[in-house]
Structures are given as structure tokens and as C-alpha cells.
Nanobody, 123 residues
Framework: QVTLVESGGGSVQAGDSLRLACVASRTSSNNGMAWFRQAPGKEREFVAGISWNGGITKYEDSVKGRFTISRDRAKNTLYLQMNTLNPEDTAVYYC?????????????????WGQGTQVTVSS
């Protein structure tokens, strides 16, 4: 069992930046990890993913060039640097641990989830 705890969310203005962090209760160093988000009334969607060693990353099209996913395996921590935020980024952000060594855009590929952290961007 792995417990994931997200932090770093908040309320910001359009154009601002936030850095989310997700700390795992034990090592997930051999697993891919990802960030998903869910806006009110919408399905949970993939935002960014990273492979077990950080060598492969992938992003949802709308965040490419603005968000950066990274991980510190020694600290069991996943990060999401979010720049140039806009109101469409408003959602609850969740981190998740994949069943395999790489990240997938599919929710079913993940077996552990955090409780989420709220990000609100106002115009």
C-alpha cells in the first residue's frame, strides 16, 4: 500500500505560477507516476506523466510548454511546476502511481491515488 499526499495548491491570478508536490509514503522508484486533474462537472483527465527514472515525460496538449513534471526518487516526491496558469487550469489535481515503469494517459493504469489539491485560477 502506498499513500500519496499532494500539496502546493492554492488560488492565484491568471499568468501566475504554482508548484505542486506529491510525497509517497514509501518508495515508488520503479513505477511511473503522473498528475491528473478534475474540474467541476468534468471527467478526470491526464495532465503529465513521468517514467520510473524520469527519462520519459508526456504532457496533455494544453499544458505543453507551461507545465513541467519531475521527480526526486530519493525523496519519494513528484512535482508539477505550473507556469502561465489560466482559468481553464482550475481543477483538483491528483497524483498517482502507475502499475508499470512508465506513465500512461489511462486512469486504469494507476493503482494508487492521492486525495487531491485544489488549484483555482482567476482572470
Amino acid at each position: 500500500q502506498v499513500t500519496l499526499v499532494e500539496s502546493g495548491g492554492g488560488s492565484v491570478q491568471a499568468g501566475d505560477s504554482l508548484r505542486l508536490a506529491c510525497v509517497a509514503s514509501r518508495t515508488s522508484s520503479n513505477n511511473g507516476m503522473a498528475w491528473f486533474r478534475q474540474a467541476p462537472g468534468k471527467e478526470r483527465e491526464f495532465v503529465a506523466g513521468i517514467s520510473w527514472n524520469g527519462g520519459i515525460t508526456k504532457y496533455e496538449d494544453s499544458v505543453k510548454g507551461r507545465f513541467t513534471i519531475s521527480r526526486d526518487r530519493a525523496k519519494n516526491t513528484l512535482y508539477l511546476q505550473m507556469n502561465t496558469l489560466n482559468p481553464e487550469d482550475t481543477a483538483v489535481y491528483y497524483c498517482a502511481t502507475a502499475r508499470s515503469a512508465v506513465a500512461s494517459v489511462s486512469i486504469s493504469a494507476y493503482n494508487y491515488w492521492g486525495q487531491g489539491t485544489q488549484v483555482t485560477v482567476s482572470s
